[in-house]
């Protein structure tokens, strides 16, 4: 494919996730480790950028579809660490994991 068929967003993206496959195999890394590296990465640039702000509001966002909890209707769950999810992933989890059960539990 040509190089101009695409943004230079999105080659920056591919150059990434090409440099992160070869990271993987040379180091060694499962897919898993690699995302919980970046969950830790991106929990920690949360924290630095914090807005004192959004702690005195209440505002909180979904960590799976980043939708804030100001949305009209808008549930959010608080787990452990800070996290959150929204009563749509819950349900988007919910009917993935009925699709993935065997049939009679």
Request: proline share 2%; glycine share 4%.
């Amino acid at each position: 494919m040509s190089e101009q068929n695409y943004e230079q967003r999105s080659l920056k993206l591919l150059g990434v996730t090409a440099r992160m496959q070869t990271l993987m195999i040379n180091q060694n890394i499962t897919p898993l480790e690699l995302v919980n590296c970046a969950n830790a990465a991106r929990a920690m640039y949360l924290t630095a950028t914090s807005n004192k702000k959004y702690e005195l509001t209440g505002l909180f966002y979904c960590d799976f579809c980043n939708r804030d909890s100001s949305e009209k209707g808008m549930l959010l769950v608080a787990g452990l660490r800070n996290t959150h999810i929204c009563s749509e992933c819950v349900d988007i989890c919910r009917e993935t994991l009925d699709k993935k059960r065997p049939c009679g539990e």
